[in-house]
């Protein structure tokens, strides 16, 4: 089921271990994303549904791109070592403060800075070197996502899942 590994792959057995680890948390990380998005999907969309977001979203439209990028880089700046805080407290035993520190800071960087970014990406892709990392990110992520979708421990997680909401069904009926 793993693929073999290519003829002209230089890495040693340490390389090709380093790389199994980096490929096996990868496909954690994304299948936790995919079993977590239907659940945060629905509640981006309801918040980007209510009249006050689409008038802040129109605001935010209308302000030149320096002011809409320090509205993008306030929220972020805050919620990301909030995460990172929110991971401390769970590592030092505050499992319950930390969760709730964790979750609240997902969820600015879901409302938040998504809305932000949603009004202003069009004034914000006019930075050269945003576009730049913005397409550097994305074709990353595209080669990240193949790599991932191509490894046994995907297929495991995926055959997992599929199990699990079969199951889920079968409770429900």
Known sequence: MTEPQPQND???????????ILRTILTVLIVIDEIARPLYRPLIAWVASLEIVARMERWIARQPRLAILALLAVPFAVAEPLKLLGLVMMADGRARSGLIVFGFAHLVSFLLVERIYHAGHEKLLTY???AWVMGLLTKLRSRV???VRSSAAYAIALRSR???RQ????LRA
Not at 10 to 20: C, D
Not at 167 to 170: A, D, F, P, S
């Open 167 to 170: 199951w889920w069904r079968g």
């Open 162 to 164: 599929d199990a699990a």
């Open 10 to 20: 230089k890495r040693g057995p340490l390389g090709r271990v380093l790389f199994a």
């Open 145 to 147: 996502m193949d790599w």
């Open 128 to 130: 050269g070197w945003l």
